[in-house]
């Protein structure tokens, strides 16, 4: 099969290395990403090469996800690349827009096995839910902020 491709942004009203530092830290990517776990299992956090384990929860099932991280740019843009549950790439671009920032999750990917048959029912679901993830990141870093402020 082909490899699918997709994409959701959303313009945050922060600046980019604020973004940035928040949607990169592992440690955050339960508050906002949709994952249930994240965990560095080797390299360092933003060092190519480095590996993290992902657990989330996909219509029902548990699903985990070794990715290595194979492009880093500080406050511009990294991509992990997946090979389970199936073949993948999922790159984050972070743009300056005056003072703001429009964060761009690109995804890739070539579903098999199951994941094959299933794809057409569910790319709406999996859209929604990265639309939803994005949505998350916008309300997390906004809100941090209004309540510092506060």
């Keep these: 099969m082909a490899w699918e491709q997709g994409e959701v942004s959303v313009l945050i009203n922060r600046p980019v290395d604020e973004v940035f530092a928040y949607a990169e830290n592992v440690e955050k990517l339960t508050h ?3 994952v249930e776990e994240a ?5 360092k956090p933003h060092e190519l090469g480095s590996r993290l384990k992902i657990v989330t929860n996909i219509m029902g099932k548990r699903m985990e996800a ?12 990294s991509t992990y ?5 199936f073949p993948s790439e999922i790159t984050m671009i972070y743009e300056d827009y005056s003072g703001k920032t429009k964060v761009t999750r690109r995804v890739a990917g070539s579903p098999n096995g199951a994941f ?6 569910i790319k709406k679901k999996i859209f929604k839910e990265a639309t939803k993830m994005m949505d998350n990141l916008k309300e997390a870093l906004e809100r ?3 309540a510092q402020s506060v």
Excluded: H, M, Q
């Design 32 to 34: 906002w990403a949709g």
């Design 116 to 121: 094959r048959a299933a794809y057409p029912f």
């Design 39 to 43: 965990t560095i299992t080797s390299g």
């Design 66 to 77: 070794d990715s290595e991280l194979v492009e880093f740019e500080r406050n511009r843009r």
């Design 81 to 85: 690349r997946n090979e389970k549950p």
């Design 144 to 146: 941090r902020v209004s």
